[in-house]
């Protein structure tokens, strides 16, 4: 099994700013792409980010310009730099990766546990 431990959730004014951290650990694996979603009360859960193993990044039109996602290959960890925070995006954030392990040809997706992101007005 492959661990996924986020971190860096918390409350912050409308404007402000927050990182979130997802890293995965474990052996005999390696990372793909990886992304964050997030669910708010009443809602589905929705894509926020994604980066695939080339580099490339997609993101949900209502993030656009605000969130950037990266990764740290060496350190098995990607971030996602939450700016210009809104209250509409007070929700449950989960990290996401898709991994291959060693002795298997498909993959496999991991999930986070989720942290809390509340922003004030």
């Known amino acids: 099994q492959v661990q996924v431990v986020e971190s860096g959730g918390g409350l912050v004014q409308a404007g402000g700013s927050l990182r979130l951290s997802c890293a995965a650990s474990g052996s005999r694996f390696s990372i793909n792409a990886m992304g964050w979603y997030r669910q708010a009360p009443g809602k589905q859960r929705e894509l926020v980010a994604i980066i695939t193993t080339e580099g490339g990044t997609n993101y949900a039109d209502s993030v656009k310009g605000r969130f950037t996602i990266s990764r740290d290959n060496a350190k098995n960890t990607h971030y996602l730099q939450m700016n210009n925070l809104k209250p509409v995006d007070t929700a449950v954030y989960y990290c996401?990766?898709?991994?291959?392990?060693?002795?298997?040809?498909?993959?496999?997706?991991?999930w986070g546990q989720g942290t809390q992101v509340t922003v004030s007005s």
């Open positions: 996401n990766v898709d991994v291959s392990r060693t002795g298997y040809l498909e993959n496999f997706r991991y």
